[in-house]
C-alpha cells in the first residue's frame, strides 16, 4: 500500500531515527520487539477487529461486542503469557505487566473505549493483593486471576459522595452471634455509582463501607461481597445492580450502580491485613496499610502514565495529519504548505509532545518512589516514613497532568480542523479516556487540597529549621532569584520561588482566619483559592526539576539524547510561560529576560520541526492503538477518511426506508 509523499520526504529528512527513539522509548530492543510481535499476534485476530466503527452501535450492542472481544483477548493473552512464562507465580509485578498490557498500547488498540474487566486486573486484584490476609489471598487470589467464577469490581464512589470517602454511607454491621457483616446502602445517596464492570459483568465486589461493631464506628473498611450468583449471573437477593449508561467516554467500560439490602457475608469476607474483627466482635487494627485507601494511591500514581498515553496518542494524530494536511502560503511564489510549518500550528503540537515525554521520564521516577515506600512499610519494623511525601504527590502530580493531558488533547483536536471532529479521527475516545481521569480516584481540586495541607505543614516545619522531604526542599531556600546565564536553571528555580511564595500566601491566608476565631476546617475553606494555588505551582515546579533530573541518566545514542533534551527544555520554558502570571508576581524578571526565554522557546520549536514525525514515530503507536483515519502510519489520510465513510451503516443502501416513511409524505403535502 501507497504512503503519503509528504510522510516519505519528511522521514527521508529527519536526522533523528526514529527507530533508534523507539528502542528507547520501549526501555530496549527485546522490549521493542516482544511487543511488536505481541501486536501483531492479536491485531491479526478477525475476532479482535471491528466490521463497523464502534460509533456506530447502540449502548446495547457496543457492550455485548465488547464482552465477545473482551473474553477471546483475555484468553488469547493467558495463552501467550502462559507460553512465555510457564513457571509464572502471581505477585504485585506480575499484575503489574497484566495490566500494563490491558491498559497500555495492546488494550487500547482493541478497546478504543477501554472494556468491563479491566477494573478486575486493576484495582479488585490489588486489594486482594494489597489488603487480603494470606488465608484470604489462598481462598480468592487464584480464583480471581483465572476467572474461576469469580469476576470482580471495585466499588467506593457513591452516588451522593466521590473522592471525600470519609462521607460515604454503605454500612457494614457486624452480627456477633451468626459471625456474620450485614451490609446496606441505607439512602439513594448511599448507592455505589460508577465503578467499571459493576453495571452486568462482575459477580463479585470489593466494597467500601462504613464499619460498625456494636453501634460502635471503626472507620471504612474493604468487604468482599458476591453480587451475582456464579452459574446464572443472576442478582442475589438484596442486590440491585445495573448499568448507569452512556458517558462523554470510556463507554466499553460497563459503569454500574448497586444499592445492597440486608445483605450477609461471612465474618472471613472482610479484608483483614490490615484491621480485623474477631468473631466475638473485637476490633483490631494492625500495622497501617500502604494508605487508609491504598489502592487509590495505586490508581493515582499510574494515572500519569494514562495521561501522557493519551496525550502522545493524539499529539501523534495531529502530527502526521499536520504533515500530510497543505494549507495557505508561506511564500507566495511556492505551493500550499503543509500546516506544521506554520510556527502556530508547532505552537499547539511541539510543546505536548514535549509534555508526554517529560511526563514518561516523571512517571517512571514516580513508579520507584512508589515501591520505595512501600518496601519501606512492608519492613518489620517500618523503615523511614516517606508516605506523607507520596501522597501529595501522587495528588498533585495526578491533579495536574490530568488537567494538562485532558486540555492538551482537545487543542490537538482543534488543531486537525474540522476533520477532527469526526469520530472517526478517535479524538472523542482519546478525550474521553483522558478528561474522566481529571475525576475519577479523586477529583481535581480536593486532590490539590490535600496537596496544599502537606505544603503548609512543611512550610511550618521550614520556620522551625527541621529537615525538609526533598520534594519540597525548595521551601527552605528563602533567596530571592538572581537571573544567570543557565536559563533552564533560571526558570526552574523561578517556578519553585512561586511555588514558596504561593504556600507562604496559603499558610497567611489560613493564620489570618484562624485570628478571627472560626475552625481549622473554615479557615481551610476560606483559604481555599490560595491552597489550590499553592499546589499547582508545587506541581509545576517538581514536574519540570524532576524531569530534568531524569533526564541526566538517560543512556541511549547521541541523536536520541539531544532530541529529548530539547524536548525538556521545551516542557520546561512551556511551564514557566504556562505560569508566566504567578512568576512575573513573585519574582523580579524584566520584560527583556522574558523575551529571551520566548526567543529560545521559538527556536526550540524551530530545532524539533524536522524531527517531529520521527519522534511521533518513535512511539511506535500502531495504526490499531491511535484509531484514527487521520493518525495512521501510512498518511493516506483522504483515502481512509472516505473509506471508513463508505463503511457507514447509512451508506449500504441507496435510499433509507426513512424516505417512504417520513420524507416522501412531506414532500407530497401529506403531513
Known amino acids: 500500500m501507497s504512503v503519503n509523499s509528504d510522510l516519505q520526504r519528511e522521514r527521508a529528512a529527519a536526522i533523528l531515527e526514529s527507530e533508534d527513539f523507539a528502542r528507547w522509548w520501549a526501555g530496549g530492543q527485546a522490549q521493542l520487539l516482544e511487543r511488536r510481535s505481541l501486536e501483531e499476534h492479536f491485531y491479526t485476530d478477525p475476532r479482535l477487529q471491528d466490521a463497523v466503527h464502534p460509533s456506530c452501535l447502540s449502548y446495547k450492542?457496543?457492550?455485548?461486542?465488547?464482552?465477545?472481544?473482551?473474553?477471546?483477548?483475555?484468553?488469547?493473552?493467558?495463552?501467550?503469557?502462559?507460553?512465555?512464562?510457564?513457571?509464572?507465580?502471581?505477585?504485585?509485578?506480575?499484575?503489574?505487566?497484566?495490566?500494563?498490557?490491558?491498559?497500555?498500547?495492546?488494550?487500547?488498540?482493541?478497546?478504543?473505549?477501554?472494556?468491563?474487566?479491566?477494573?478486575?486486573?486493576?484495582?479488585?486484584?490489588?486489594?486482594?493483593?494489597?489488603?487480603?490476609?494470606?488465608?484470604?489471598?489462598?481462598?480468592?487470589?487464584?480464583?480471581?486471576?483465572?476467572?474461576?467464577?469469580?469476576?470482580g469490581t471495585y466499588a467506593q464512589t457513591e452516588l451522593g459522595h466521590g473522592t471525600y470517602i470519609r462521607g460515604l454511607e454503605t454500612r457494614a454491621d457486624y452480627d456477633p452471634e451468626r459471625q456474620e457483616?450485614?451490609?446496606?446502602?441505607?439512602?439513594?445517596?448511599?448507592?455505589?455509582?460508577?465503578?467499571?464492570?459493576?453495571?452486568?459483568?462482575?459477580?463479585?465486589?470489593?466494597?467500601?463501607?462504613?464499619?460498625?461493631?456494636?453501634?460502635?464506628?471503626?472507620?471504612?473498611?474493604?468487604?468482599?461481597?458476591?453480587i451475582r450468583d456464579e452459574r446464572t449471573h443472576e442478582p442475589l437477593p438484596g442486590v440491585d445492580v445495573g448499568d448507569i449508561g452512556?458517558?462523554?467516554?470510556?463507554?466499553?467500560?460497563?459503569?454500574?450502580?448497586?444499592?445492597?439490602?440486608?445483605?450477609?457475608?461471612?465474618?472471613?469476607?472482610?479484608?483483614?491485613?490490615?484491621?480485623?474483627?474477631?468473631?466475638?466482635g473485637t476490633f483490631v487494627q494492625g500495622r497501617p496499610p500502604l494508605l487508609l485507601y491504598g489502592t487509590m494511591v495505586y490508581v493515582r500514581v499510574i494515572t500519569l502514565r494514562d495521561a501522557l498515553f493519551c496525550l502522545l496518542q493524539a499529539a501523534t494524530i495531529a502530527t502526521r495529519y499536520s504533515i500530510v494536511r497543505r494549507q495557505s502560503r508561506i511564500d507566495e511564489d511556492k505551493p500550499e504548505v503543509c500546516v506544521l510549518d506554520h510556527i502556530t500550528q508547532q505552537v499547539k503540537i511541539l510543546p505536548q509532545i514535549a509534555r508526554g515525554v517529560s511526563y514518561r521520564l516523571v512517571a517512571d521516577w514516580l513508579w520507584g518512589f512508589y515501591e520505595q515506600v512501600l518496601h519501606q512499610l512492608e519492613a518489620n519494623p517500618p523503615a523511614g516514613n516517606s508516605l506523607p511525601e507520596l501522597h501529595a504527590l501522587s495528588c498533585c502530580l495526578k491533579a495536574v497532568a490530568t488537567d494538562e493531558a485532558s486540555r492538551g488533547v482537545d487543542l490537538l483536536r482543534k488543531s486537525c480542523g474540522g476533520h477532527g471532529f469526526l469520530s472517526s479521527a478517535n479524538f472523542d475516545s482519546i478525550y474521553g479516556m483522558a478528561t474522566a481521569a481529571y475525576t475519577y480516584e479523586g477529583e481535581y481540586t480536593v486532590l490539590l487540597l490535600q496537596t496544599a495541607r502537606f505544603l503548609v505543614r512543611q512550610y511550618v516545619d521550614s520556620l522551625k529549621r527541621k529537615v525538609l522531604p526533598s520534594s519540597v526542599s525548595y521551601l527552605?531556600?528563602?533567596?530571592?532569584?538572581?537571573?544567570?546565564?543557565?536559563?533552564?536553571?533560571?526558570?526552574?528555580?523561578?517556578?519553585?520561588?512561586?511555588?514558596?511564595?504561593?504556600?507562604?500566601?496559603?499558610?497567611?491566608?489560613?493564620?489570618?482566619?484562624?485570628?478571627?476565631?472560626?475552625s481549622e476546617a473554615m479557615a481551610t475553606n476560606l483559604a481555599g483559592r490560595q491552597m489550590t494555588a499553592a499546589a499547582v505551582a508545587h506541581a509545576h515546579a517538581f514536574l519540570a526539576r524532576q524531569a530534568l533530573a531524569e533526564l541526566k541518566k538517560v543512556q541511549a545514542t547521541?541523536?536520541?539524547?539531544?532530541?529529548?533534551?530539547?524536548?525538556?527544555?521545551?516542557?520546561?520554558?512551556?511551564?514557566?510561560?504556562?505560569?508566566?502570571?504567578?512568576?512575573?508576581?513573585?519574582?523580579?524578571?524584566?520584560?527583556t529576560q522574558l523575551r529571551f526565554v520566548e526567543r529560545r522557546y521559538e527556536q526550540l520549536l524551530a530545532a524539533l520541526r524536522p524531527n517531529a514525525l520521527a519522534i511521533v514515530d518513535g512511539f511506535d503507536f500502531h495504526d490499531r492503538v491511535l484509531g484514527s483515519t487521520l493518525g495512521c502510519h501510512d498518511g493516506r489520510v483522504y483515502e481512509r477518511l472516505m473509506e471508513e465513510a463508505r463503511r457507514n451503516p447509512l451508506n449500504q443502501e441507496p435510499v433509507n426506508a426513512s424516505f417512504r416513511s417520513h420524507l416522501l409524505p412531506m414532500m407530497q403535502g401529506k403531513l
Open 61 to 151: 450492542e457496543r457492550y455485548e461486542q465488547t464482552v465477545a472481544k473482551s473474553t477471546h483477548f483475555l484468553a488469547k493473552l493467558r495463552a501467550w503469557q502462559k507460553a512465555k512464562h510457564p513457571q509464572m507465580s502471581l505477585d504485585v509485578n506480575t499484575l503489574k505487566d497484566f495490566r500494563t498490557l490491558l491498559s497500555g498500547s495492546l488494550g487500547t488498540g482493541i478497546f478504543q473505549q477501554s472494556f468491563p474487566l479491566r477494573l478486575h486486573f486493576s484495582m479488585f486484584m490489588t486489594t486482594l493483593l494489597g489488603q487480603g490476609t494470606e488465608e484470604q489471598q489462598a481462598q480468592w487470589l487464584s480464583r480471581a486471576w483465572h476467572m474461576d467464577g469469580v469476576v
Open 181 to 226: 457483616f450485614v451490609l446496606n446502602t441505607p439512602t439513594q445517596s448511599a448507592y455505589k455509582w460508577w465503578p467499571g464492570g459493576l453495571g452486568n459483568t462482575a459477580n463479585v465486589a470489593i466494597v467500601l463501607a462504613q464499619l460498625y461493631v456494636q453501634g460502635r464506628h471503626h472507620g471504612l473498611q474493604s468487604f468482599l461481597v458476591r
Open 558 to 591: 547521541m541523536a536520541v539524547t539531544s532530541v529529548l533534551q530539547q524536548l525538556v527544555e521545551l516542557f520546561v520554558l512551556d511551564t514557566f510561560l504556562g505560569q508566566v502570571g504567578s512568576v512575573l508576581r513573585w519574582n523580579g524578571i524584566t520584560g
Open 476 to 518: 527552605r531556600d528563602t533567596a530571592r532569584l538572581v537571573w544567570g546565564k543557565d536559563l533552564l536553571r533560571n526558570c526552574v528555580r523561578a517556578l519553585e520561588c512561586s511555588a514558596l511564595e504561593e504556600v507562604r500566601q496559603a499558610w497567611q491566608c489560613q493564620s489570618i482566619h484562624r485570628r478571627s476565631k472560626v
Open 246 to 280: 452512556p458517558r462523554l467516554g470510556g463507554n466499553g467500560v460497563n459503569n454500574g450502580f448497586l444499592g445492597l439490602k440486608d445483605v450477609r457475608i461471612p465474618r472471613n469476607q472482610m479484608m483483614m491485613k490490615n484491621a480485623q474483627v474477631l468473631p466475638d
